[in-house]
Every structure is written in structure tokens, then in C-alpha cells.
């Protein structure tokens, strides 16, 4: 474990790495571009599951599971899918001792699979909509990896949906897109921006990306998680088919969806300080780590069996409490669950029995109070609401000092050098959105929901525009 | 979907993937010997996790992720592991358009990433015991796939915990069996037979391996989850070492243990009718399903309110519930939840509106009672208790039926043809074993625990042996 941890002024990639190790989230593994997640990192992801898990049951959307491997075929089936992912695929040639007679890929991620498999099982309108989801890893060969944000194995979610109608597939994916947003928001205290993806980064085969942008410290942006609409493309090259209820076969409208553990980079980089990780209380999988101070071997199951009455009063309450037993110094269980971002601390010896009160110290603005027992459960009640608050105002005060509107190509490129959010007209063009990128390395991240579409013209080529769109440097 | 389920006399086999089909479980998927897991399945697989992930969190064991893909030299750190393993593994040897330096295989198991890992998080004795599982898939390659029983890819947790003493890890292997003795009996209600398993049916590279063996219907023995005792074998070939409080390194003493999708094979094996699955009210997904009898339109939103309240009910006093709201007639609707083993179906028309009461249909032993809704819930309460017992004291009668003691080779050749599970000396050799198994196709399943030692002579060899031993032939 590091020492110290490089401040984020200094060198704000090995402030990320230097948080995951600190926290100990994660670490790389062996196996080149792939990562183990650490206890406390999967619980975050655990926590994030229950979450998102709950809102798709409600949706009705029922989880499965389908194979790790998809034949090689089945991927060159839409033309699209396989241009965009043949690069990244991992491949098993020999299986039981022999080389295999068909390769098979690992998914990278799974349409092909489940279109193959809801061919067979959607006969007619009555099987419709088919609303599925499987929690899986998938993996994607990676040349440059970063812990979370592009490993060659993640874990995700992956929806996938079959509907009658296009509008209603359609509405079906902007309701996921909602989902993410409000659990992007409420729960990680992300508010992010949210829009249309341009079709340069529209995902292979999809008629229409929707995309959740996060601003992360350094202006960049990372995309959050994705909902796709893809028409009947997909269904045309599967024969997902369906006969409707004037007794004619049609083709279904489908919809991907999909929220990984990058989403666990982008906590870091959204509330971290130069301390370590600051996680918001909703999603923390501990709220409240309860550190015993124990001068002396007299004092110790006192001191600890007070501790556990603490406990034990928060755990009635539903709060998310540990108690930390390590045999160490105080000072150094402060820093470890500081680094690893815990909201609230409480410190309790001898001291606080006679007084029966507990020292409190909040994680996000370092405030160090003394409490009462008997107002304990209050206390941190209104704190951890507020601390999930503060976090969440943070990053709307931040993404709106950062998101800038700018109308000439000089005031467009000094934004984005100097790390932003940029408003900006665009013709519309690929050829326009490649040019950009090339001469700035800022990619459109998307075209706004929430933004009043007020025509210009496009910053690089004067063009007409009929609307401002999102451009950033991106994770 | 079948429009008739073979009965379990004519072909068990046949029987058994019926009723996986007719309650919409499971399927072969076009990758050969894997399956897809319908949402049906999926459901029971996430009542079982929840269930054992809780046990495992309360004593202290913590979730992690370790990746899919493994060093194919890891393996062979281990001699016996990897011949055990080798004949089994699917090779991933190109990834990112290029054929790769070294090739990696997806694990079969983990032990040998994981002890590579903990080589490095192991420093002292503070760090110990360290408790980890991860929920995963796995793959095996299998010539013979059985969907549920053996598949390429399976779903399973895998624990790996290592400790500072010898008896601590053997002792915590021992306390998961027991946590795995009682998720079977409790819940599952299917109480089975355990012991440690004899030198040849041992995992590779453990101890002592530790088994659950339940008996299915046709009197095979299903090993339904095991455990294993690896003193410092694996420890030693990845270096996991800690300096122990004498201030000497000290190899450390590991554990695994593992649990899978196999177990929802031996649910429908163990309970399931001639008329499909039957689910113990404990485990099962849907505990209640309300099936609306609409006779014409105009009734139907009558119906369907008095369905919702029913539900609401049900569901504010914590039962797994759900309305059946498929465009059916009553008949269909009755034949589905039979077929998927719902415990209890709850009819409601017209007449029960007027009269205010339900229909109520046990699916164990297909007797039907009215109701009045002011009893409801009383009365489903005690009959899905009643229910889990019942199938509960089957198992146990026909675990006492079919287990039988014999003392000569006759009668031993005769029990197991006969479909049994028999109680045999064996004189402790391995050769022995082997060679009953070339006789028979019987294999020792255990050494029981809960059976007292008694001596005797082996019913092959007529040499000394220390006890009884269960033999019965497997899944």
C-alpha cells in the first residue's frame, strides 16, 4: 500500500490508481488487462446490483442466464456487431483435449446469443414484450487498461428486450435510460448529463444509443452506461419473428442495455479527494465503521462490548455499521477507513463510556463533533443525508463552473484543452464530429435531452446546426 | 413444450428432462453440452443464493472477483490438480486479432488464481483468517452434457479461505458443510446423507474432501456440494506464507468449497411428479400464484381488482406472489403452475368474488379447499409450512427405504441393481474401490458422519474394515 496518495493537481491518473489501491478496491491480476476486484470494491458492486436489480424487477424484466461462449458465426451475422467488436474478441480454439471444430468467442457481449435464443422462444404477440436481463462478465481484449474503466473482463448487466411495436421498444429502452440516470443521481450522487449518442459513436448495429455522460474532476467525461434501440436490425438477422394479432408474421424491435463496474472508476473520480475515496451513504456498503480506541489490555472488552451496543443500535436502525477489531493503533484505523471512505466514523474509549457519547468525524468536509448516545440515531440519520447532499451539490456546482458554451473555434479549443464540458454547434456531419476529434482528441459524448434545441452554426465548418451538442474529452 | 411429461417408471431420464422442459428451466444452448438458463430456473438459483450468501456473510466471509481466465502454467503448479483438470479445459489461445504468447484457460475452478493472489495479500498472521467467495461461472468441458447435472459452463459459488492453523481451516471446512447440510435439509428439503469422501473420489489436491450425497428418485446418489481440507498443499506450490506471531514464516492452511447450479438438478430429482416439478415453499421463486377465472369482459376488471387485493395482501405479509395475467383459459393456466411446481394456486372468479373467499389447490398432494379471505392469510402461512414438511418426510422415507445394509457381495450386487443406497464394509484400499466400481458402477459416496463406527469385513475381499461406508451409483 502506497504511502502517500499523489494529489490530484499533481497527476490526476495516478491519483485514481493510487485511491483504488489505498481503498483497496482492486488490483491488476496475472492475467494481462484483467483485474480482481477486492472485497470492498465487490461490495460497492453488490450494493449497485441491489439497486439497479430492484428498479428492473419492477420494470418486469425477469433475469436469466446464456452461455459464456457464442459461436464465432453468430457475431459476423450483423455486419455492424462484428466490424465494431472483432478486434476486441478473446477466442477458445481447444476445448477437452482437442481443437474444436467451430471456434467460439468469449462474449464480449451478448445479442447474438440471445436474438439466436429468442427466435425460438417468441411465436407470436402473446410472448411479447420479453423483457430479459442477465447479470454476467464479459470480456473485450483491451491494448490499454485501467483499472474499472477498460479491463479485458468486466461485470454488467446486460438487458436485452423484444417488443411488437417500435415505439413502444423504443420507449422501453428510454425508460432503462431513465433508471440509470436516477440511480446515477439519487443513489451515486452523480447528476450526469444524459442525450442521444451521434451516430459515429452509436453502438454496431444500434439505430439509436442513449448515453448517461459523467464529468469527471479533470473535465473528462466517462461514459457512464448505455441503453440501445436497434430497430428490427438485429431481429432481421436472427429471424426473431412474431405472429401479430391480424395473424402476419413481423419481425420484433429489440433493445440492449447495459450498466458495468466502470461504474465503480467513475464514484472515484466523481467524490474522491486527495485523502482517498469518498463514497456517497447510499451506496456505501459500510455507513458508519465504529473504531474502538483501547489504551490497555484492563479496559479492552469494555471498551468493545460498548462498541458493540453502538452497533447494535445502528444495525436495528437498518444502517450499514462495522466495528473495526483490528489490532492497531487508532490512528491508524482512522486513516484506513478514511482512505477507504467510509461517511461516518465514530471513535469511542473509555472516555466516551463515562460520558456515554461518541465522537463522530464526516468523511466529506473532515467536521469532527461530539454526540450523545441517546441522539445517535438521529444524528447520523440527518448526517448521512446530508453527506449524500453535499456530495450530490458538489458535482452540479462542478459540471456547471466546467460545461461551457462557446460559438468560435478558438474559444472551443482552449476549452477543451483546459479540461470542460463544451455546448457547441455541429453541423451533423461524420466527417465534421472525426474532424474534431482528430484536431482536439474531444468526441461528441452526446446530443442533450435536457437543452432547449436553439439552432447556430457549427463551430468548425460555420454550417447550419439545429442544436448545441455535448463535446468532451472522454475515458 | 411437451403436451405430456413421461412418467418417472417408463424412463427417469427421460422424466427428468421433460420436466425441466414442460417448467421452462432450462435449455441446451447452440454451444454444445452448455445451457441457457431460462428466467423460471435463474429465479430458483437466485432464492438459493440468497440463502446460502447470507450464511456465508455471517461468519464473516467476504464477496471478491478473481478472473475468468487463468495461466495455463498455474495450473500445472499443482500435480494433481491439473491432471485432474487437464482432460476438461477449454483453451483461449488468441485474443485481440493475435495468437497470444502464453495460452490461458477458463477456469474449471480457481484455486490456483486465487492462492496466486493470496501469495500476495498474506502477510502476517493479522491478515488471517482471510474468507473469500466469489459467485461465478465456471467451465468444464463434458462429453456427456445433462442439463443442470453436467454442462460445459455452470453456475457455482466457490469459497477460498486460508488460515494460520491447521485445525482452524479443517474446522471451517467442516463449518460450511454443515452450513451446506442444513441449506439442503432446511430449505431444499431434501435432507441427505454426508461424510468425508474416500482417497479416490477426493478433489484434486485436497485432504479431505467433505460431501453432501442426496438421493434422487430412482435411488442414484446426486453429490450434491462439497468441501475440502487442503492442509498447506496448494499453499506450498503458490507460496502463500505468513510470518506467524513467533516472528517465523509459516505456510498457510487453505479451504475450498463450492456450491452450483446442480443443485436445482437434484430439486427437481428429488421432488418433482409425474405431473412436473414440485418446489418446496422455502426455495420456490413463486410461493403463491392467483389464477383469474374470467368468464366474459365485462367481468374481467371486476376479476382482476379482487385478484390485486388478493395479492396485496399476500405480498404485505412477506409471500412470493403473482397473478397469472396471460390471455388463457383457467384450464391452461392450472396445467402451467402444476407443471412448475408452485406450491399453492389460488383460483378466483365471480362466485368467489360474491362469496369472498378463494379456491386454494395444494400442488403436493393436489388436495382443493374454499377459503374465506378473512383466513388467508392464516392459512397459507401453516400450509406452506405443512407443504415444506411433507416434502421434507418424504425424503426422509424414502432415504430410510432405500438405504439398505448388506454384509455379502450377492446381496450388495443385488441392493444396487436394484436402485439403492447400501451400507457395506470396505477394507479401505483403493483397489477395492476400483474394483467394485468395474463390478458394479457403485462408487463410494461417503464415509458417513452420522453413522457409528462398527467393524466388520469387506463384502468384496472379506478383509477387516473400521466401518460401514455408502456406496450407491451417481450422477
Redesign the interface.
Known sequence: MPTTITPRKVDFSQWYLDVIEAAELAEH???RG??????Y???I??QIQTVLDRQFKELGV??????????QT?LEKEAKHIEGF????????????EKLKEN?V?RPTSET?IY??FARWIRSY?DLPLL?NQW??V?R?E?RPRLFLRT??F?WQEGHTAHALPEEAREFALKIHQIYIKTYDEYLAIPAIYGRKSPAETFAGAVETYTVESMMQDGKALQACTSHYFGNNFARNFGVKFVNQNNQEEFAYTTSWGWSTRSIGGLVMSHGDDQGLVLPPKIAPIQVVILPVILNDSSKSLVLDFCQQVQQLLHTNNFRVKIDL??ERIGEKIFRWEKRGVPIRLEVGLKEIQMQTVVLSRRDNNTKITINLSELVTVVTSLLEEIQDNLRQRIITMNKNKTIEVDSWSEFVEAIETGNFVLAHWDGTEDTEVLIKEKTKATIRCIPFNLEPVPGKCVLTGKDSPQRVLFARAY
Chains 1, 2 share one sequence.
Open positions: 491480476s496475472p492475467v484483467s483485474m480482481t476486484i477486492k472485497p470494491g465487490y461490495a458492486w453488490e425477469e433475469n436469466a442466464y446464456f452461455p459464456l461462449l457464442i459461436p453468430f472483432a478486434p476486441e474478441l478473446a477466442v477458445v480454439t481447444h476445448a477437452g483435449g467460439y468469449i446469443i439466436d435464443t402473446r430479459i454476467c462478465n470480456m481484449w491494448l479485458t473482463e461485470l483490528k489490532d
